[in-house]
């Protein structure tokens, strides 16, 4: 069993910058890999960003590759996704997922097996 809970979301304007934070418990976490996904009202959940167990090779999604940075510290148990220059499509309650399956994972939501409960990100024009 793993658990993730999520934090740092909140309300940014424009432009602006937002970290967020998901901390994992229940099982060793450098050895699986970890996803941020989000979902905007009325739209499905999508892929934002994923990470190797290492932290070595990420990938993005196009639309956010160039502004977002996901990372992770084994020693926190902890992963991140930086968010820069924010746009008002930015916004969605955003979720980081474990597939401990692998050491790197990929884009489709059904590869995670653990999802955490979801940060809302709201970002004003």
């Known amino acids: 069993q793993v658990q993730l809970v999520e934090s740092g979301g909140g309300l940014v304007q424009a432009g602006g910058s937002l970290r967020l934070s998901c901390l994992a418990s229940?099982?060793?976490?450098?050895?699986?890999?970890m996803g941020w996904f989000r979902q905007a009202p009325e739209k499905e959940r999508e892929f934002v960003a994923t990470i190797s167990y290492s932290g070595r090779i990420t990938n993005y999604a196009d639309s956010v590759k160039g502004r977002f940075i996901i990372s992770r510290d084994n020693a926190k148990n902890t992963v991140y996704l930086q968010m820069n220059s924010l746009k008002p499509e930015d916004a969605a309650i955003y979720y980081c997922?474990?597939?401990?399956?692998?050491?790197?994972?990929?884009?489709?939501?059904?590869?995670?097996?653990?999802w955490g409960q979801g940060t809302q990100v709201t970002v004003s024009s």
């Open positions: 229940g099982r060793t976490f450098s050895r699986y890999a």
């Open positions: 997922a474990a597939d401990t399956d692998v050491s790197y994972s990929g884009s489709s939501s059904d590869n995670y097996d653990y």
